[in-house]
């Protein structure tokens, strides 16, 4: 009675034949079934919005954000938590992802580790979690005791609380202030929800985190504007992206990157104003490192 609630362990109709299907239809199903993802993403854009109003809210007060899960949901917080750094240079230790069975689980299959209700508790309770903080709860089934650990355990000492499932009605959703349910239906292989649910999770947590980043001015236009420049390749980028935004030939904007010691916004906001570096650094302070309110501050200021 209960799996039939459970959709994501449910069996998929449309698949019951697949170990009789050729290379191509197999994946055709599977691009056929991965289009529900989308409608199932649109239906909670809503909260997934409120979420990140509250993320940004938490995060300005010096607030942290835990992203806890596991399997592969776990390995999904923990991949989108450490890109965050380099993309946008936050902090160590501002976006974590927690992974139940710890470091070997995201290169060994350690799931028997889900069912440990204590070791997220011990984990949360090392990094002196407290009321500021944020804990996002990944699980596909919604069911997870080590995630439900980690929300029940984040109620309790008032942090923000959000969950990502993809079944209706979950126990994760209950213990969430936000929660998040993307319904992609039951997978092509009954219950591996790698497929379309981790997918649907992997989206979604993009989303949070790029819209946190946005809505703290870790973005220019549409531009990455405060990649921490640590190869070649970011620093090629971090040119052109200043050729884009300022008239300055590559020579010039490679010239005013090494004067800014590479620090884009810095460039950036002196290419555009004309400003010296100090003011790059006074304006941006006093705006919160927001590129684009430095700039009117500055023109506010000096034009008048």
Not at 13 to 27: A, P, R
Not at 61 to 69: A, H, N, P, Q
Request: with cysteine.
């Amino acid at each position: 009675m209960e799996e039939k609630k459970t959709i994501t362990e449910q069996s998929n109709q449309k698949s019951l034949k697949i170990d009789e299907m050729s290379s191509l239809e197999i994946i055709t199903l599977m691009a056929e079934e991965d289009q529900k993802i989308y409608l199932a993403i649109e239906k909670t854009l809503p909260t997934v919005a409120k979420a990140v109003d509250a993320i940004v809210d938490r995060w300005q007060k010096g607030g942290r954000c835990f992203v806890v899960g596991a399997g592969t949901s776990g390995r999904l917080g923990v991949l989108d938590a450490v890109e965050l750094i380099p993309t946008f240079s936050i902090e160590s230790g501002r976006w974590i992802g927690l992974i139940a069975g710890g470091y070997e689980a995201m290169w060994n299959p350690l799931e028997e580790n889900e069912d440990d209700e204590k070791q997220v508790v011990e984990e949360l309770q090392g990094y002196l979690i407290s009321a500021n903080d944020v804990i996002i709860g990944v699980s596909a089934s919604g069911t997870t005791p080590y995630v439900l650990s980690a929300l029940d355990f984040g109620n309790k000492i008032g942090a923000l609380t959000i969950s990502i499932s993809c079944n209706e009605k979950t126990p994760a959703s209950k213990f969430s202030l936000f929660g998040i349910e993307a319904v992609v239906g039951p997978e092509v292989i009954r219950g591996s929800t790698r497929l379309k649910a981790g997918t649907a999770q992997k989206m979604i947590l993009n989303m949070i985190s790029t819209a946190t980043m946005v809505r703290l001015g870790k973005v220019y236009q549409n531009q990455m504007v405060d990649m921490q420049l640590i190869n070649k390749k970011l620093v090629k980028r971090a040119i052109s992206t200043l050729m884009d935004l300022t008239n300055l030939s590559e020579f010039e904007a490679k010239d005013l990157l090494e004067q800014s010691e590479y620090h884009l916004k810095t460039a950036i906001f002196v290419a555009l104003t004309q400003g010296s570096k100090e003011q790059a650094q006074y304006y941006l302070s006093q705006s919160n490192g927001r590129l684009k309110e430095a700039i009117h501050r500055f023109f506010n200021t000096n034009l008048k």
